[in-house]
DNA sequence: GAGTGGTCTAGACCACATA
DNA sequence: ATGTGGTCTAGACCACTCT
């Protein structure tokens, strides 16, 4: 076996939603009956029911059943940590990156702060801009922990530094926290992106941290006010 | 036994963590520890885990713990359903809301797809301005499907329309997608709230689900640019 | 009463980190 | 070798919905 159980089931039966061969509204079947189907126990088959409920494809109603959520409607994918080239790719659009600067830095007060290291730790610092339909409208600032990524070069940074952080690496990104507000444009974002006449500016700041809970990047992505767009899916209490 | 076990250790953690009484970065007792000290099974106090885990409390690392994350980083508390009250409340700033408009209606066609109601289906309108440090911010414009509130009143718009529904009505809010993006300002806008020379505004649109799965309410929050904050924990892979 | 999901148990084996 | 968290099992009892 390849994969986990609990995994496989919850794969499959995403794949089943997300196909229509189960429909929104219909219900699952009953726990007792995917436990002959995957011919496992009853645990592992609620905690594939369980993922599926938090990430919002089932509604799970005691004494009734789970029914298929109609995921169709909430499906732009920004939701949780998604790189700029998948969110492209996906939504099947033309796009480019353009790196401005690529350094390696010693950081400054602030950046120590942000993220939590001494002026002594060497930082990469890189600059990108994200262009989409032929227009500048992301500008991305990536900080990364040189102790957890010795070596970067500008040609990584032209493609995608998740997939050498993940592919070649080997680190395994844990959580994030991400903070959204509207700033004011600066020299920079003009220097750097397609503004029109706009005075503000949406800024994602994000904050990565590894599977061992260390903080290795720090990202201020700064988003032109009309190409900003976020969804999320919440369950309440617990 | 007023709650289940592993809710009450889950919550016992918290508490213990928000205290401060587990600081950050230290080690949690192992899982075998926390199965004596609770006189539980393991299950049970890796449920309570996974929640604490889930919720960006602490990260657990396989063959070595679970370590206690600095939680105080990032309690901006908008993540997850948070009605305005509870927000401004736990700012401890003065605030107020305003009625401007509230009304039973029949929907139009762009709020019956919203609500998923026909043009028969009745429903509550509510048009209210958040005040906070004596400044109109937000524009709340909330629509309730009646067939699942059956009696609303302007004094309780003046209030927590959530602590009614929740605590009079028996309504169990089970989750939510919400949708952020950048608008432009409207006459509306204007007439309700404090703008500056803004020509935007961020619109949040957000769809409220109970436990039984139906869409009962639609909200659209239009919050002034200098006033819009959102702090997200995202977990990432499954 | 039969069927559903929710909680809990006691035990097993595995993968990984540390010494 | 020991201790840690990750997965899985087979069974139990409960709360709820529907007929």
Redesign the pocket.
Known sequence: ?YE????SIYEELVEKIQSGQLKPSTK?P????LVKEY??????V??A?TMLSQNGYIQ???????YVLDVSKYDFPISGLVSFKELAQKMGKPWGTIVNEFALISPDSQLQKQLNVTEKDPVWKVIRTRVMDGEKIILDKDFFNKKYVPILTKEICEGSIYEYLEQDLGLKISFAKKEFFVDETTAEDRMFLDLQDDKHIVVVKNYVYLDNANLFQYTESRHRLDKFRFVDFARRGH
Chains 1, 2 share one sequence.
Do not use: D, F, P, V
Not at 4 to 7: D, P
Not at 39 to 44: L, M
């Open positions: 076996m986990n159980k609990y995994l699952l009953s726990e007792n009956e011919a496992t126990s009853r645990e592992t609620r905690k029911l799970k109603i005691r004494g009734k059943g789970s």
